[in-house]
């Protein structure tokens, strides 16, 4: 979504970086994927009262990453694409149809 690209580095790096009190910019996704690399990473999301008040959150249209998941999306390589892929396609799906917090892994 437009509304993000304001948080993405000029030189066009690919990840945004949002400060949590500008998280709302996140109301504009229709599923939030979360690269979280253990169940630590997930609870540390849920005690920010911020998160709680995100649209997708409360749809439950979330996808949370397991580490090697988050792993193959951070280092994007001809060999961990497929991976991702075969992994995200059928958590998508999932987040989606209504199955709240879809992990992968």
């Known amino acids: 979504p437009d509304d993000i690209d304001a948080y993405v580095p000029a030189d066009g790096g690919g990840q945004a970086s949002i400060p949590l009190e500008n998280l709302s910019v996140l109301n504009a996704a229709d599923v939030l994927i979360w690269g ?20 997708p959150v409360e749809d439950g249209n979330l996808v949370f990453t397991d580490g090697v998941t988050a792993g193959a999306i951070y280092f994007t390589s001809v060999l961990s694409l497929p991976y991702v892929i075969d992994k995200l396609a059928p958590a998508l799906d999932e987040a989606l149809d209504g199955t709240p917090a879809t992990i992968t892994g």
């Open 36 to 55: 979280t690399e253990g169940p630590g990473d997930r609870a540390e999301l849920e005690k920010e009262a911020v998160y709680d008040a995100l649209e």
